[in-house]
């Protein structure tokens, strides 16, 4: 967690090419790390993705392409789970 922390603060700092390099770079550690089902992890990787995307040099496009198929993964099992519950 407190690295995803760091990396949130870092990577708005960077000049924009560097910041895009290192988010592609780092993308797929933030997509592990959500897919986790502990609840604050997800935080912690939304809080990054935000910092992210108000950089210069980085398409929100990208990381909405990167992150709509496991959001919708999620919201999927979580509806499960709640239909489950209920029968």
């Known amino acids: 967690g407190a690295f995803l ?9 960077m000049e924009p090419r560097h910041a895009a390099q290192y988010t592609k770079t780092i993308m797929p550690t933030l ?3 959500f897919e986790t089902p502990e609840e604050e992890m ?3 990787v939304l809080k990054v993705l935000k910092q992210i995307i ?7 496009s990208y990381i909405e392409n990167r992150f709509s198929t496991i959001t919708s ?6 509806e499960w789970l709640q239909k489950r519950e209920t029968t």
Do not use: D, M, W
């Not at 922390?5 to 700092?13: E, H, M, Q, R």
């Not at 993964?73 to 979580?78: F, I, L």
């Open 5 to 13: 922390k760091a990396v949130g603060f870092i990577i708005p700092l």
């Open 31 to 33: 997509i592990r790390q």
């Open 42 to 44: 997800r935080k912690i």
């Open 54 to 60: 108000s950089c210069n040099g980085i398409e929100p």
């Open 73 to 78: 993964n999620v919201s999927g099992q979580e």
